[in-house]
């Protein structure tokens, strides 16, 4: 056909170009075919009827409209290009490295592993489960610890939370944790901001002679120290024991190749980065923390924790342990707030120790420490005073003018630490090179000739302490040493990744997670090198396309939300409210008002703001929920008068965890401000509001928004997330700062100060390419879409709430507890039943127990919806048949669900045919999932905890 007969305006045909089409799943069509299903005339009668016409906005977001691909992605590069990587040498705990191209490729770059959700169904998630297996394996075995979690947020924060867990376990009732001087200076800042409203006191010192004079409960060490120098620590965990205080081991992972492990001079946790095992700076993340400690303490320990058990075969099968509902168990009395952690970054992590072996990582540690070595060697030679004696990779030199040297670096693209005017820090990393280091030393030779390379590195030069060389043998389990061709590593990701069902082949309709869409076009930019390839405390001037990204995004959020100020630096959810909760804090000890302390929390609330309160240092008093699942406003006004001066906050999830708008939002907040109280509005269910009301303008002074939810960074099966926080104008100065970075603000709440800044972009491409009418829709979309479905499954499961007029907002609960009572099947044979069905559980027992609460996100299409709509409808056929007898009460298809591929050869014991089992519907036959293992027995597993790689012994018998 010759274009110049198409008889439509170029208008019309670049409208076709938008991205929102391919965003949202439902065509005109289908939301045609839905809307008229649930009897509405059209998508602005659908708003009327959910949104309370006291909230709705009454004008556009301030964005601009949407740009298509091609064009966000050129604007990117822009942005990105004004950025200026030079080579770094800052370290600080951050160290450049190689991502082996085949873990890029295939676990970063990769959908099946990057659009995974949070492990809660493990027979849906063994791949995963086995990668997160590995991460603890690797770091019990390099930190010689009896047992690690499945990743923290970062080591900051790790820091933080083993101060706490320090507290908690030691034997004396001393009130101060001591932080050796020699430990990272953002690490520091975090122990603080974490301590202040706890009432411990930090006591910043030198391990050698400050610690013997005062009484602590805990000891935070840096090893090798910030400075580089390699510490001998035994004498301060004598004493510290000796104490019964406990002490914390920052090490370096990659170190620990070659120095005597922190577990085997007795530290009671070890804690750090992984980020140097194969992820890139970043501008500061995301990278996974590790966290690791002896095995009488591991049901304390903060974070997540994969283990062992068996499947309904008897069959090794891996889960997530206890630890993974803490908050929502213990909530205020839980021991930490982590929820979403660093998943995605820590299987990188322990994919490049399984691609390396301990072969090869000690060779790559032994490369950095002799490069480190010479270098230091030549600046001797040239006169430089090298105050580091004993080191790996970092040296401290004292200089006369450490600003000539910071610009003879700058000069050749090359970034130092700077100390002092007169001390400047060097850190070599796996890809520093001999040429590397003869360019350090003409930066410090000013002009004198350069030492001879090959002279200085042929005396085998090296400066370990002798006492604390590492013996022990590490990473000897198979996984560590059968993936080093790229043959062997390609398949096992691959293999892996099968084993799982994320995003790539299935809705996930989890309900308060919103999995939707993570387009490609919004990952694109995260691996580029201009975005990947910054450390964290590069000089502002270098990071000028960061600072132009992150100014616009804190923008485009303060548009979403109607607030006047964000922070991005929070790197979850968890830390978000956390973050908002110091700055309510701070507000009111501003106004002479410290002692306000009650924290208000409604009984639905997510299981993080109670345990978020409490590190806040606030009491929560639990305020009722009516039977509508909507606040009861009377109890509220109560407890509100009954706390009256010592009123903090009220902590709300808006629309409610139940899944409703509620009408009376206005008046709650007024109440809350009446009494002097601040209203925290928990944002993680933004996902019904973007473009139809804001936050900032119905009664909030602070939200988090969780942009791994409603602003499409994927879960990467269990984090990355980003957390951050808006505020309304009075709360704008107690947003986070960082004293590193410069950043005016109270303390720093994460290690980096903007955060997981690589992630950024993935937001700010997804609202630049959807634009303010594109937002609005997908939100509209999104409540069309959980309206649709539960018009369609009330008939079969009843809904448990709805708002005034009937409607749900962008997720709906079904309620189970009817069924149970008169067929005994359970939301766990639902949920099961359902991977046999080839989907996704929703979510399990929250915010109501015996309930599935689902949520579709406007990224599914109708079809999708209805696969799913069909399969709910005949898994209630096959809950009929339980309750009349035509299936056996015990042996049925729901109570053997899900059925594997296995349980299908040999003898077939059961009265329902296989065909029933594994093909319930036709439809099926076509791209069928097989889980690995069958249901997973979590009592055995949380009695027997094996939560490190299973030993040869057990391979052998297979
Ligand atoms: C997901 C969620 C959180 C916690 O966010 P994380 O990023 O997992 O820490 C808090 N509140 C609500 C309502 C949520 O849905």
Same mark, same amino acid.
Request: net charge negative.
């Given at each position: ?164 867990? !320090? ?119 995301? +990278? ?188 000897? +389990? ?34 308060? !997670? ?27 001037? &270098? ?55 009650? !924290? ?24 009722? !929920? ?67 009301? &804001? ?264």
């Amino acid at each position: 056909m010759n274009d110049t007969h198409i008889p439509v305006p170029l208008a019309r045909l670049e409208q076709r170009d938008a991205f929102v089409g391919r965003h949202v799943g439902p065509d005109a069509d289908a939301t045609g075919a839905m809307l008229h299903a649930l009897g509405l005339a059209s998508l602005d009668r659908l708003v009327e009827k959910v949104i309370p016409g006291a909230i709705l906005s009454p004008a556009p977001l301030a964005l601009p409209a949407g740009r298509t691909e091609p064009e966000a992605l050129a604007r990117l590069r822009e942005i990105a290009g004004a950025n200026r990587v030079f080579k770094s040498f800052i370290g600080m705990g951050y160290y450049d490295c190689h991502t082996p191209t085949v873990i890029l490729r295939n676990v970063l770059e990769n959908p099946a592993w990057y659009t995974a959700y949070t492990p809660y169904q493990p027979e849906i998630s063994q791949g995963r489960l086995e990668a997160l297996l590995n991460f603890q394996t690797m770091v019990s075995d390099l930190t010689g610890m009896e047992i690690a979690n499945a990743s923290l947020l970062d080591e900051a924060t790790a820091a933080g939370e083993a101060m706490t867990f !320090c507290q908690r376990l030691a034997k004396n009732s001393a009130k101060a944790f001591f932080v050796s001087r020699d430990c990272h200076p953002q690490t520091i800042e975090v122990v603080r901001t974490r301590a202040e409203p706890l009432g411990i006191e930090v006591v910043v010192g030198d391990h050698a002679t400050d610690l013997a004079a005062l009484d602590y409960f805990g000891v935070l060490l840096q090893y090798p120290g910030s400075g580089g120098e390699i510490h001998d620590y035994a004498g301060v965990v004598a004493a510290a024991h000796e104490k019964k205080a406990l002490v914390v081991v920052a090490a370096d992972l990659l170190s620990l190749t070659l120095l005597t492990p922190p577990g085997e001079f007795g530290a009671d946790v070890a804690i750090g980065t992984t980020q140097r095992f194969g992820v890139p700076f970043g501008y500061g993340g995301p +990278h996974a923390a590790y966290f690791a400690t002896r095995d009488a303490h591991k049901r304390v320990m903060p974070g997540r924790v994969v283990g062992q058990s068996i499947d309904s075969h008897g069959n090794k099968a891996y889960r997530l342990a206890m630890q993974t509902r803490e908050q929502h168990i213990r909530r205020e009395k839980a021991t930490s707030n982590i929820c979403t952690a660093q998943v995605l970054l820590g299987i990188m992590a322990s994919m490049y120790a399984c691609y390396h072996g301990p072969h090869g990582l000690t060779t790559i540690a032994g490369r950095v420490h002799r490069l480190t070595a010479t270098l230091a060697e030549g600046l001797r030679a040239l006169g430089v005073t090298v105050l580091t004696q004993h080191f790996f990779d970092t040296l401290t030199v004292a200089v006369d003018d450490a600003g000539a040297i910071h610009s003879a670096a700058r000069r050749r693209e090359i970034n130092l630490r700077e100390v002092d005017a007169h001390t400047v820090g060097i850190s070599c990393d796996e890809t520093t090179t001999r040429g590397d280091v003869e360019t350090l030393w003409t930066i410090f030779a000013a002009g004198a000739a350069v030492p001879d390379f090959d002279a200085i590195e042929q005396k085998f030069p090296q400066a370990l302490p002798a006492a604390l060389q590492r013996t022990s043998a590490f990473l000897t +389990h198979p996984v560590f040493n059968k993936h080093h061709s790229e043959t062997q590593m390609l398949r096992y990701l691959r293999g892996l990744a099968d084993k799982d069902l994320a995003l790539d082949r299935t809705m996930i309709p989890l309900g308060s !997670c919103t999995m939707k869409l993570n387009a490609t076009t919004e990952m694109i930019p995260i691996t580029w090198r201009e975005f990947g390839g910054m450390h964290p405390f590069a000089p502002a001037d &270098q990071a000028q396309g960061y600072r132009q990204l992150t100014n616009e995004l804190e923008q485009m959020l303060c548009a979403c939300t109607g607030y006047d100020a964000v922070s991005l630096q929070p790197n979850a959810g968890s830390q978000g409210e956390y973050a908002g909760l110091l700055a309510i804090r701070a507000y009111h000890a501003s106004r002479g008002e410290a002692h306000r302390d009650v !924290c208000l929390i409604p009984s639905s609330a997510h299981g993080t703001n109670p345990a978020t309160s409490q590190m806040a240092g606030m009491r929560v008093v639990v305020v009722a !929920c009516d039977d509508k699942g909507n606040v009861d406003v009377a109890d509220l006004q109560a407890k509100a008068e009954q706390h009256g001066d010592k009123l903090a906050a009220l902590m709300i999830t808006y629309p409610s965890t139940h899944g409703v708008f509620e009408t009376a939002i206005r008046e709650i907040s007024d109440i809350i401000h009446r009494h002097g109280g601040q209203v925290y509005i928990d944002g993680a269910n933004m996902n019904a509001m973007v473009g139809l009301c &804001q936050p900032g303008q119905f009664g909030g002074d602070v939200s988090h928004l969780n942009l791994h939810k409603t602003f499409c960074i994927p879960h990467g099966g269990g984090g990355p997330g980003i957390g951050p926080i808006g505020v309304r104008s009075h709360l704008a100065p107690f947003l986070p700062g960082h004293r590193v970075a410069g950043l005016e603000g109270i303390g720093a709440v994460a290690a980096a100060p903007w955060g997981s800044a690589s992630i950024l972009p993935i937001t700010w491409t997804y609202i630049t390419l959807m634009g303010r009418d594109g937002l609005r829709h997908g939100s509209i979309m999104a409540i069309l879409n959980a309206n649709y479905i539960a018009q369609r499954l009330a008939p079969y499961y009843p809904v448990l709430y709805r708002g005034e007029n009937g409607m749900v907002a962008h997720e709906c609960i079904l309620d189970l507890r009817p069924l149970k009572d008169s067929t005994g099947v359970t939301v766990d044979d639902v949920a099961k039943r359902l991977i046999d069905y080839g989907f996704h559980a929703p979510t399990m027992s929250f915010p109501v127990a015996g309930t599935l609460m689902i949520e579709p996100t406007e990224s599914e299409s109708k079809e999708e919806i209805d696969r799913f709509c069909d399969a709910m409808i005949a898994i209630r056929a096959e809950i009929e048949k339980v309750g009349n007898g035509q299936f056996d009460p015990q042996d049925n298809p729901l109570a053997n669900a899900p059925h594997t591929a296995a349980a299908l050869a040999g003898e077939w014991p059961h009265p329902y045919s296989r065909e029933q089992a594994v093909f319930p519907l036709a439809s099926l036959r076509e791209g069928k999932y097989w889980p690995p293992v069958g249901r997973v027995d979590n009592v055995y597993g949380d009695r027997n905890l094996v939560c490190t790689c299973p030993p040869m012994s057990d391979y052998e018998q297979n």
